[in-house]
């Protein structure tokens, strides 16, 4: 476990059921995520436990990571049952200005669904919701400057 100054680091694990590929590199483009680990189910030195993964699904992702500024995010196809689901959290995206604020904003919402439109709020110059087309709900917000 990676820890700073010897406390936990919690980091969120996705997983897209069989969609992860294809998520990394709209996160790539989107985003601007740089991928650091991408593994592929056939390339484990270990067959895959019973469960794991279904068959035929050796060229999907068993392990990714990529960073979104200071931030590692880790995902997987996880069993690949095709149906993927996030519920119960959002992925919170701090900018430093209303202009990167609102071209982030528009890039999750491509084929995604806005869950609240980017506007002015008493605690941020822009806030929104959005889900992106893989379902994952996304806060994105000016920072407040200190």
């Known amino acids: 476990m990676s820890t700073t100054q010897n406390h936990p680091v919690v980091q969120p694990y996705l997983f897209f059921d069989g969609r992860c590929e294809e998520a990394v590199e709209f996160y790539r ?10 593994a592929r189910f056939k390339d484990s030195p270990e067959p895959a436990q019973p469960g794991m993964c279904s068959p035929g ?8 990571s990529f ?3 200071d931030n590692t995010v880790m995902a997987s196809d996880g ?21 990167e604020a609102e071209r982030l904003f528009a890039a999750l919402a491509d084929s995604g669904q ?3 439109p980017l506007a002015k709020t ?16 996304w806060m994105v917000l000016v920072a407040p400057v200190t």
């Open 29 to 38: 483009r989107a985003l601007g995520a740089e991928v650091i680990m991408l």
């Open 57 to 64: 699904s050796e060229n999907k992702i068993m392990h990714a």
């Open 67 to 69: 960073r979104l500024g």
């Open 79 to 99: 069993r690949c049952t095709g149906k993927p689901v996030f519920q119960g959290f959002a992925l919170s995206l701090s900018v430093p200005t209303e202009s």
């Open 114 to 116: 806005v869950q609240m």
């Open 122 to 137: 008493f605690f941020s110059a822009r806030f929104g919701m959005v889900a992106d087309r893989f379902g994952v709900s």
